[in-house]
C-alpha cells in the first residue's frame, strides 16, 4: 500500500495482516459451569460464545449445535463440535423463524452474550416456542485517546454492531471516512451521514477484501 492511500483499520479483536489493527471491544466470562441437563441442542451465535464455553466445559461438544454465521460453524468444528444447522439467513427475526420452523422438538440452550441486539427468546415464546439460555460472557469497550483517532479518509472495518458503539464513544466519525460493515444488523448502527459498503459475506476476510476494493478506485 503506497503512503498516498487510505489507512484501513480493523476494529475486531482478531489482528489480520494487511490492515491496522484497532480493536474496540474485550470479553469477560461471567461463569464458571453450564447446565447441560434440560439440553439437547446448542446455539451459537458468535465465535466468542463457543471460545467461551469451551473454557468453561469442553461437554458442549457432545450436544449438536446451532451455528450463526460462517466464523462460528468454523470455530465449532474446530474446536471438535458438531454443527447441525448453519442458517443462510441469520439476523433477528429471520433467525427464530428458523427455529420456529425446523426445532420445535429440539430442547435449545442458547449459549450467549449479556447483551444481544434482537430477543430471540421473546419472540419465539409468542409461537409457544421456550428457548433456553445462559449468559457466559460479557463483552465492553476498550478506551482510547484521542490521538489514537484513525486520520482523515481512513476506511474503518466493523464486525459487529459493538464495535461501532465503542468506536463512537471513543472517536467522533469524520466525514471522510468510509465504513465497511460485516453484515446487514451491523450496518443500521452507523452514523446516519457514514458513506458505507456491507462485504459480500459476512466474514472478516470479505471484509478485508471489501477495503482494498475501495482503495483501488481511490
Known amino acids: 500500500m503506497s503512503t498516498d492511500n487510505p489507512s484501513i483499520y480493523l476494529l475486531s479483536p482478531t489482528p489480520k495482516e494487511g490492515v491496522e489493527s484497532l480493536p474496540m471491544i474485550e470479553f469477560t466470562q461471567l461463569v464458571d459451569s453450564i447446565n447441560f441437563s434440560t439440553c439437547d441442542t ?96 460479557q463483552t465492553s469497550c476498550i478506551h482510547y485517546n484521542i490521538s489514537q483517532q484513525p486520520p482523515e479518509n481512513s476506511i474503518i472495518i466493523f464486525t459487529s454492531p459493538s464495535t461501532i458503539d465503542c468506536f463512537l464513544k471513543n472517536f467522533s466519525w469524520l466525514p471522510s471516512y468510509r465504513a465497511v460493515v460485516i453484515g446487514s444488523a451491523t450496518k443500521v448502527h452507523l452514523p446516519t451521514n457514514a458513506k458505507f459498503v456491507v462485504a459480500k459475506k459476512p466474514m472478516i476476510e470479505a471484509c478485508i477484501q471489501r477495503a482494498y476494493q475501495i482503495i483501488e478506485h481511490f
Open 42 to 137: 446448542l446455539m451459537f451465535t458468535s465465535k466468542q460464545a463457543v471460545v467461551t464455553a469451551n473454557a468453561i466445559d469442553k461437554k458442549w461438544r457432545d450436544i449438536p449445535s446451532i451455528a450463526v454465521g460462517s466464523a462460528t460453524k468454523k470455530q465449532i468444528e474446530q474446536l471438535g463440535g458438531e454443527v447441525i444447522y448453519h442458517p443462510k439467513e441469520f439476523y433477528g427475526q429471520e433467525l427464530a423463524k428458523d427455529i420456529e420452523n425446523f426445532f420445535q422438538d429440539r430442547n435449545i440452550l442458547y449459549l450467549r452474550p449479556a447483551k444481544v441486539i434482537f430477543q430471540s427468546k421473546e419472540y419465539l415464546a409468542k409461537k409457544n416456542i421456550l428457548l433456553q439460555e445462559q449468559i457466559i460472557y
